[in-house]
């Protein structure tokens, strides 16, 4: 995930909206403006996995829930973050205002939830604890946090103000994070390792838009498996990419070999998403946008499961250490998403033992494969390896060609010893394949083992699939209900395949106006887009030539983004506008039609990154692992 640089604006607006009481009396509210991204032809930024644009923003709709009743102070601004000003007029004791009932400016009529006696710096906004929701339709370049009743944005002007409390958050969010082993290879040598990247916060997230995506996990997971067993689709789809792409071909000539419907296969899948401010098709609530799901060598449940705790810690030595501080702290992460992981290796490796021919001398192993040189993320790796409880073996394709070999029965043994699942954590970029490897490759696909993924599985995950799936009457095809079809595809953005004609009018309004926009290639791992000026020369390169039809353009995200210090190995803390890229993980375990096991993760996983960076690797320090907390 990656962003377009842009200078923060500092422009602001200040919408008012009238309220009317039972009575008819108007009561005032006044909302500050944001800089960057609310209403009002304020410049803004527009993003997909790791994009950003400076252009007009839609119009924003702000809505609070009104608790009635709660007098504040009617004239001083609440100016504690910048981009976010409030005054909000008096209430009067006893006013009944239920109703959403005006329009005013750029900010949809708006109720207002108001603690007693609060005024001043004090008067902020709080969640609704009666009945309703508040931030959940609230947009803006900046969240507030602490108009969702955690205090976030509290506690990061205590540590930007007190540099000795900062350090000692700090110092407690890296022995934290040593003691459970959320650790990288920096550099890359075997006995050398440093506390990942981290945000010192967690980052405020609207709970319906949480279990909007993970409620459709489910369905993806279902949908990814029966696109992968249409062999006319994958092969007419990816077809003209293979002719000029020496990585797809490869891939597509093994699954010419495989009799993929005879197979047991495991999909340990994650959907990648960025939360993007209110629009017409989300009726101005924030929802989540899809960035791409990944089918293969899928990271992040080991180490990035384990930052909830983390940020738990931090917040409550905080708030420990403020008197009277009566702010909640964050409830801890389950690791609920590692536990769904090995639970479906445990499961697969269970299927593999009951339906297939197993040798007598030894039990079988999860045969994990992982690229030759050292890795930065092999503790990810290995939280993986340990929740699934079996016996388990690393090895790389070189290391798998020396001594394996399949037997009469087609099961696949590596040193003498006979593999039940075969789990990919390299495979995925066409320069993890050296000399004999896509032989090696095939060696494991002819096999009766359970592949995570099997080539059929991987193929479905490349980005010219997804953007023919992002059309209704495709998707109808492997999705019957209408309702889960209308919900995916909500979260769904704009895509074109650069080699079509009917792409042509979209392709000229990337060239004219790039910063809308991002160009992707078929490929997975990050780092292969093509943003603002260098979409354009990239794609009049490929515009009419054989190469078109390996990138698809797609839409932007117009991204919400929140305040937050990054942590990082020898660099000195940052505070900065982030933005964040949310995980929803799932399992299935499925032969064809008959599918055993499908299950996903209520619990996300977050990559955040500076909303001033093209990249958003963490192994390079442009991201972190982060939290959420949701209202």
């Avoid at 000692?168 to 959320?182: D, H, T």
């Avoid at 506390?195 to 010192?200: E, N, Q, R, S």
Wanted: aromatic fraction near 6%; charge should be negative.
């Amino acid at each position: 995930m990656s962003v377009h640089k842009q200078e923060p604006t500092t422009t602001t607006t200040t919408p008012t909206l009238t309220l009317m009481n039972h009575q008819d009396t108007p009561t005032v509210l006044l909302l500050g403006g944001c800089g960057g991204g609310c209403g009002g032809g304020v410049p803004g930024n527009h993003y997909s996995s790791g994009t950003n644009s400076d252009t007009t923003s839609p119009t924003h709709h702000h809505h609070f829930h009104l608790r009635p009743g709660l007098p504040v102070d009617s004239t001083t601004s609440v100016s504690r973050h910048q981009t976010t000003p409030v005054a909000v007029a008096t209430l009067p004791e006893g006013d009944d205002i239920t109703e959403r009932v005006c329009e005013s400016g750029n900010v949809r009529s708006c109720d207002a939830v108001v603690p007693a006696g609060m005024k001043g710096e004090d008067a902020v906004l709080l969640r609704d604890n009666v009945g309703g929701t508040f931030c959940d339709d609230m947009d803006g370049t900046i969240m507030t946090q602490e108009d969702v009743s955690d205090g976030m944005p509290r506690r990061l002007e205590r540590v930007a103000q007190d540099g000795n409390l900062r350090e000692e958050a700090i110092q407690v969010l890296k022995e934290s994070a040593a003691s459970l082993g959320v650790l990288l290879r920096f550099p890359l040598q075997n006995d050398v390792m440093k506390v990942a990247p981290l945000t010192l916060f967690p980052t405020v997230v609207p709970q319906h838009a949480i279990d909007a995506i993970t409620d459709l996990q489910g369905a993806t997971n279902l949908l990814m498996h029966r696109v992968s067993h249409d062999r006319h689709l994958l092969t007419t789809c990816l077809g003209p990419a293979a002719s000029v792409d020496p990585f797809i071909r490869s891939l597509l000539a093994i699954h010419a070999q495989i009799d993929v419907d005879n197979q047991w296969e495991l999909g340990l899948i994650r959907s990648d998403y960025i939360l993007s401010q209110g629009n017409a098709s989300s009726q101005g609530r924030m929802a989540y946008k899809q960035v791409e799901v990944n089918m293969i060598a899928v990271g992040m449940v080991g180490l990035g499961g384990k930052v909830g705790l983390l940020h738990e810690r931090v917040q409550s030595f905080l708030d420990e250490s403020e008197q009277n501080s009566n702010i909640r702290s964050t409830s801890a992460s389950t690791g609920e998403p590692l536990t769904l992981y090995g639970e479906g290796l445990r499961i697969a490796y269970g299927c593999y033992r009951m339906h297939c021919k197993v040798a007598k001398k030894r039990p079988p192993i999860l045969l994990i494969v992982v690229q030759e040189a050292p890795e930065q993320i092999v503790l990810d790796q290995r939280f993986v390896q340990t929740e699934s409880g079996v016996p388990s073996l690393r090895r790389s394709f070189a290391q798998i060609s020396a001594s394996g070999r399949l037997d009469e029965d087609g099961c696949l043994f590596v040193e003498d010893r006979e593999v039940a699942v075969v789990y990919y954590r390299t495979g995925y970029s066409p320069n993890q394949y050296k000399n004999n490897d896509w032989e090696t490759r095939l060696l494991i696909e002819k096999s009766t083992a359970i592949k995570c993924p099997s080539v059929a599985h991987q193929l479905s995950g490349f980005k010219k699939i997804q953007q023919v799936l992002s059309r209704p009457e495709i998707l109808s095809r492997y999705i019957p209900d209408t309702d889960t079809i209308s919900r995916l595809r909500q979260t769904y953005m704009g895509q074109w395949d650069v080699s079509e004609p009917e792409s042509q009018s979209k392709l000229e309004e990337a060239l004219s106006n790039p910063d809308r926009f991002v160009l992707k290639p078929n490929r997975e791992g990050g780092g292969n887009n093509f943003y603002g000026e260098d979409l354009v020369v990239k794609l009049k390169e490929v515009l009419g030539s054989d190469k078109a039809p390996e990138y698809i353009l797609m839409e932007l995200i117009d991204p919400v983004m929140q305040e937050n210090y990054f942590i990082r190995p020898d660099k000195e803390p940052e505070r900065l506008n982030t933005i964040s890229e949310v995980s929803v993980f799932g399992v299935i375990l499925a032969k064809n039609e008959q599918v055993v096991l499908n299950k996903s993760s209520k619990e996300i996983i977050v990559r955040v990154k500076s909303s001033s960076s093209y990249e958003g690797a963490i192994c390079t320090g442009h991201a972190c692992y982060g939290s959420v907390v949701s209202v």
